[in-house]
């Protein structure tokens, strides 16, 4: 069974920085994908990064390029999310999420398991 857990949110002023950790057990597959969205009540759950096993492939979302950045501990099994320079709008509930993939590139579709989330809010 693959258990995430995030760790690694809370308030920060605007220009500040983040580094959300996800760590990951139970993760047997070869190949996979994992990835951070976030949520902001009353909208739909928004991709944010994504990442291959081999961190060959990633995926960042156009809202957060230049700012965020995604990568991977593989001996410990941790995805992180380096946020930088972060404004209000990126103020939400960030989820980590893994799932087995194919052969091509991480997108955003079809996450098989979910961690709790972690709360990031950015405000002055």
């Known amino acids: 069974q693959v258990h995430l857990l995030e760790s690694g949110g809370g308030s920060v002023q605007p220009g500040g920085s983040l580094r959300l950790s996800c760590a990951a057990s139970?993760?047997?597959?070869?190949?996979?994908?994992m990835a951070w969205f976030r949520q902001v009540p009353g909208k739909e759950r928004e991709g944010v990064a994504a990442?291959?096993?081999?961190?060959?492939?990633?995926t960042l979302a156009d809202s957060v390029k230049g700012r965020f950045i995604i990568s991977r501990d593989a001996a410990e099994k941790t995805m992180f999310l380096q946020m930088l320079r972060l404004k209000p709008e990126d103020t939400a509930m960030y989820y980590c999420?893994?799932?087995?993939?194919?052969?091509?590139?991480?997108?955003?579709?079809?996450?098989?398991?979910w961690g709790q989330g972690t709360q990031v809010t950015v405000s002055s």
């Open positions: 990442m291959s096993d081999d961190k060959y492939y990633t």
């Open positions: 139970g993760v047997d597959a070869d190949l996979f994908c």
């Open positions: 999420a893994s799932k087995r993939r194919g052969i091509g590139k991480c997108g955003f579709s079809e996450y098989e398991y």
